[in-house]
């Protein structure tokens, strides 16, 4: 497969890491890329589920060129195709050119993930697998987390448009790699259901438009929403019969499906994945406009559930064969539910501890979860099935995490207004409320400075009560994992390790 293997660890891993981290590393820097490009928080959420849902419709593809261009050929047009589109995301002076260049970056970097577990497993001898594929799997959990870390320095120490800058050195130094120490694997013929893929891009594209352009445009009273409701639903039935009339290679087995495990865990980890990326999303803006912090102090505060993610990995993967796996799910199930509970606590005039706990459970939680619903999904599959229901489980949790930003970023913008029209109701010139509140500032309640106040007053409590509901989302996602366990079968040996990206 390689001349040298390490050279050739690093560049895939450092290619992967970069798409993965790209899902998340703007997250941060959203209200300074909306105040520049004009745009609000609910438009600038196409930037980051545009990127996802592109990946997702196009990681189907990722074996199909594989084989019939080769694994070092694709994976380096790949690479190329993620520089350039990243460079153009970073010279861009409006949202639309944004999201198009966001959906070219997720449309060519949707390979580099399945095709770095591809060429980690070539490397490795069947005994090192596991622990390899364990160390693996926490790199691509925790980049995503650090995401708003690493893009909270960068916009705060030069601009936004660097955290896609910087994938141009990183992403240059793995071509390089991967073009020098990289052996090209053998060409094969291979059928692809394009009919099966075109299905996909219908029902994923129309249904995360709906989404994200829903509440902006009065959902079913645009005409517009009513055409992707149909275009969407079109889609998933198309889909579905698709897979189960045609004969052979549908682009995903039927047989997957019948497989309890299977589907349960494909339906939580669009829980988790819902509840991961709607708290990455949401905290970034709380930290920014309610607390006022800028983008490094609010990019610090989300270095702990990365902390706590990779110690509770490590933890779990020595436990994993050795205690039950729908316990340790449980358990992570309940210690991220007590860490989004505490998010929804978080008071307008927050300490570190008040901050940095939630956060801290949170992690723990997801890392407990993360790998035993991995081994539980494939553990029960016959084995000539678990490569291409890697696939499908890597596509699900893909549009799990679009589903999670696109809801807490509508619960939050629908909860401003609803916050606002609450909130304005009790002010009023009478009583003495609105005097004692004026009177440190030295303003009669009839001046326009006092009119101006108040209301940047409502509409800052309007966010920090929009956010905090929103945030209770993130709870039931995890609450909604507990009844999918009493169902979850438990295998008699662990289930293969495979990746969760």
């Known amino acids: 497969m390689s001349k040298s293997r390490g ?3 690093i560049a895939v891993m450092a290619a992967t890491i970069m798409e993965v981290l790209d899902m998340t590393i703007i997250n941060i820097s959203l209200p300074s890329m909306g105040g520049q490009l004009g745009a609000t928080p609910s438009q600038m959420s196409w ?23 080769g694994r070092k050929r694709y994976l380096m047009m790949s690479m190329a ?3 350039i589109s990243s460079v153009l995301c970073g010279v861009v002076t409006s949202l639309p050119a944004l999201v198009l260049f966001r959906l070219l970056q997720g449309l060519s970097g949707a390979a580099l993930v399945p095709m770095s577990q591809a060429v980690m497993i070539d490397l490795y001898p069947p005994e090192e697998r596991g622990k390899a594929m364990a160390l693996w799997a926490m790199g691509i959990m925790v980049a995503p987390i650090m995401g708003p870390v690493i893009g909270g320095w960068l916009t705060e120490s030069y601009s936004w448009r660097w955290c896609f800058f910087i994938n141009l050195p990183v992403g240059l130094f793995a071509l390089w790699l991967a073009w020098q120490h990289m052996e090209e694997t053998k060409l094969k013929s291979r059928e692809m259901d394009w009919l099966g893929l075109c299905a996909i891009f219908f029902a994923v594209g129309a249904f995360q438009y709906i989404l994200d352009k829903g ?38 087995s039927p047989a997957m499906f019948k497989d309890r495990n299977f589907v349960l865990s494909c339906i939580a980890m669009i829980a988790v994945s819902m509840a991961l990326f709607g708290s990455i999303t949401l905290q970034p803006l709380y930290f920014e406009q309610v607390l006022g912090y800028n983008t490094t ?26 205690v039950d796996a729908r316990y340790l799910i449980g358990f992570g199930a ?71 930003i696109s809801i807490v970023i509508l619960l939050y913008t629908r909860g401003t207004q609803q916050s606002w029209n609450h909130l304005i109701e009790h002010v009023t010139v009478y009583g003495n409320a609105l005097d ?26 309007s966010q920090a009560l929009a956010m905090l509901d929103a945030l209770h989302g993130t709870l039931l996602s995890f609450i909604f994992i507990f009844p999918f366990l009493f169902f979850l079968k438990r295998p008699r040996s662990p289930g293969p390790m495979v990746n969760s990206h």
């Open 436 to 461: 004692q509140y004026l009177l440190p500032h030295h303003l009669d309640k009839n001046s326009p400075e006092a009119i101006a106040l108040i209301a940047r007053e409502v509409a800052h409590q």
């Open 297 to 322: 102090l609010a990019g610090l505060y989300m270095i702990p559930r990365g902390i706590a993610s990779m110690f509770s990995m490590m933890l779990v993967s020595q436990l994993v064969g050795k």
């Open 7 to 9: 050279p050739v660890i």
């Open 215 to 252: 509440n902006e445009d009065d959902w079913l009273d645009s005409s517009n929403i009513r055409w992707m409701v149909v275009i969407s639903a079109l889609g998933f039935i198309w889909l579905i019969t698709h897979i189960i009339k045609k004969k052979s290679h549908p682009i995903f």
């Open 47 to 69: 930037a980051l589920t545009s990127y996802i849902v592109a990946a997702a419709i196009a990681m189907p593809l990722t074996g199909y060129f594989s084989d019939t261009l």
């Open 334 to 404: 309940m210690t991220g539910a007590i860490g989004s509970w505490g998010m929804t606590m978080y008071p307008l005039e927050a300490s570190s501890l008040s901050l940095i706990w939630p956060t801290l459970f949170q992690g723990m939680g997801m890392g407990f979860i993360f790998i035993p619903l991995n081994g539980l999904a494939y553990a029960t599959l016959p084995k000539h099935l678990i490569a291409e229901a890697s696939g499908v489980y890597n596509l699900i949790r893909t549009i799990g995490n679009a589903l999670g």
């Open 81 to 83: 195709g993620f520089i």
